[in-house]
């Protein structure tokens, strides 16, 4: 059997996204991802930027966003591969529009390539241009394999034409050291939401405001932590403070958080609500990676069941409401006791299980390619 060796190219600070939020998003996912890939094979890693001075001082490899200097950077590291690496390598790229170029040049030279899709952005809204999907769908097309975030994103990849196989799932990163949360110190049940703010595409915490009033007990609270527009902001802070003079269980915003901070700050809660609208189309594709970090802080998680979460291997460690009256839910929260609670032991069995099945996935592989 070939001996197995993998490239993986993700994500350094002031990577691919224009906004902070996001760079940390790939950062995170990029640095769990490398924990997982380490465990399957010889390993190395390079982490690219698109951001020329921070490339400079970090070492990292830069590929502008431009289309001539991103095909110039593309053949750049095509050169750099041919003359330090052999064709065994297996090149496991974290997806990005950034190798619009790089993909196809990868097999153009025989290497093999595993795409980590853990959206599809067309559909997620974020780039709804016919040129983007079909973009996209090359990118799919072109690809060996797939590390997939869930099942609800495979057909988007078949869309394609593609039959890569599917070596594992990656739902997003358990950031590490896995905490224990403190549940025990205070009687009341305290819920908290993290992410977007957006009272149009993502109604998460609009959401939340729903539940409080449906609980109306104040033996629960409910804290929101997020960034966001300025209006979308501002009407949440006004819907708080009307549904505060209504309801027994109280909410509060308490602004955004870096991601560092937001992780230690999770233990002081009980349950994470992973929760967004029925309708909202990126739940038919996009896993929503809090459910993650939630669970890296010892939190009960509650979500949504959209498609992405139905179809998720390890929905059972979790719990998925499917009513959007949030009946279900309600009747689950009622019920909940924090003695059935077991902290971060779901934590510690999620990651066991993602790198058992990844390098099993990648065992297959290369036992098919021998």
């Not at 490398?34 to 400079?56: G, H, I, P, Q, Y």
């Not at 939401?193 to 595409?201: F, H, L, M, R």
């Not at 819907?239 to 209504?246: D, F, G, S």
């Not at 460690?317 to 009747?331: A, C, G, S, T, W």
Request: net charge positive.
């Amino acid at each position: 059997m070939t001996k197995l060796k993998i490239l993986y190219i993700g994500f350094a600070d002031q990577g691919q996204f224009a906004d902070e939020r996001s760079t940390a998003a790939g950062i995170a996912q990029s640095i769990y991802t490398e924990s997982v890939l380490c465990m399957c094979a010889d390993f190395r890693s390079l982490r690219v930027s698109n951001n020329k001075r921070a490339s400079l001082n970090n070492g990292y490899f830069f590929v502008p966003t431009n289309w001539f200097g991103n095909l110039r950077a593309s053949f750049g590291l095509i050169k750099d591969l041919l003359f330090n690496t052999d064709r065994s390598e297996v090149v496991v790229l974290y997806h990005s529009f950034l190798w619009i170029f790089l993909i196809p040049l990868l097999r153009i030279f025989r290497f093999r390539v595993v795409l980590q899709v853990n959206e599809i952005f067309y559909n997620a809204g974020t780039h709804v241009r016919l040129a983007h999907k079909l973009l996209e769908l090359m990118m799919f097309r072109f690809a060996n394999a797939y590390i997939v975030s869930c099942n609800a994103t495979i057909p988007f990849i078949r869309a394609s034409g593609s039959n890569g196989s599917i070596l594992g799932e990656i739902p997003g990163p358990l950031v590490q050291p896995f905490l224990k949360n403190r549940g025990y110190l205070w009687d009341n049940i305290r819920l908290v939401y993290a992410g977007v703010i957006d009272n149009i595409k993502n109604q998460g915490a609009f959401i939340a405001l729903e539940l409080a009033a449906k609980l109306n007990n104040s033996r629960f609270e409910i804290d929101i932590f997020g960034f966001g527009d300025q209006k979308s902001i501002s009407t949440l802070e006004s819907k708080i403070n009307v549904l505060n003079k209504m309801t027994m269980t109280k909410v509060s915003f308490k602004g955004a958080l870096k991601p560092s901070e937001l992780t230690e700050k999770l233990t002081s809660y009980d349950i994470g609500l992973a929760i967004q609208g029925f309708s909202a189309s990126f739940g038919a594709s996009s896993f929503p990676s809090k459910i993650l970090h939630y669970l890296s802080s010892g939190l009960t998680v509650v979500a949504t069941g959209t498609p992405a979460v139905v179809d998720w291997n390890s929905k059972d460690i979790i719990f998925v409401y499917r009513k959007e009256n949030l009946d279900d839910l309600v009747e689950y929260l009622n019920i909940y006791s924090k003695k059935t609670h077991i902290g971060t032991s779901k934590a510690y069995e999620l990651d066991i299980s993602i790198k058992e099945k990844i390098k099993k996935g990648f065992y297959d592989f290369v036992c098919r390619l021998s």
